[in-house]
């Protein structure tokens, strides 16, 4: 059984700093896409940093330059260091992978369980 969890949510002040990460286990074959979106209760879940398995990288707008995702392919873990939060960062953080499990022929798409992350003074 594939799944991704996630951790290192929690509290900080704006301004601060947190590091979210996501380690995929079960028996996996390969992992291609990985990525994290968010969602405040009553929207869309949006994307905010994907990264390939070569380790090209994709932002939303809205995190350029404060964000940056990572992955290690060798422990199947990614991550998302986000610097200079804000307020309007406060979501529900969820981890994303495209993965072939061992012994299947085809690609699934799986979520992690979701992080709380909340900027508040």
């Known amino acids: 059984q594939v799944q991704l969890v996630e951790s290192g949510g929690g509290l900080v002040q704006p301004g601060g700093s947190l590091r979210l990460s996501c380690a995929a286990s079960g028996s996996i074959f390969s992992i291609n896409d990985m990525g994290w979106y968010r969602q405040t209760p009553g929207s869309q879940r949006d994307l905010v940093a994907a990264?390939?398995?070569?380790?090209?990288?994709n932002y939303a707008d809205f995190v350029r330059g404060r964000f940056t995702i990572s992955r290690d392919n060798a422990k199947n873990t990614m991550y998302l260091q986000m610097n200079s939060l804000k307020p309007e960062d406060t979501a529900v953080y969820y981890c994303y992978a495209k993965i072939r499990p061992s012994g299947l022929l085809l690609w699934g798409d799986y979520w992690g369980q979701g992080t709380q992350v909340t900027v508040s003074s």
């Open positions: 990264v390939t398995r070569g380790g090209n990288t």
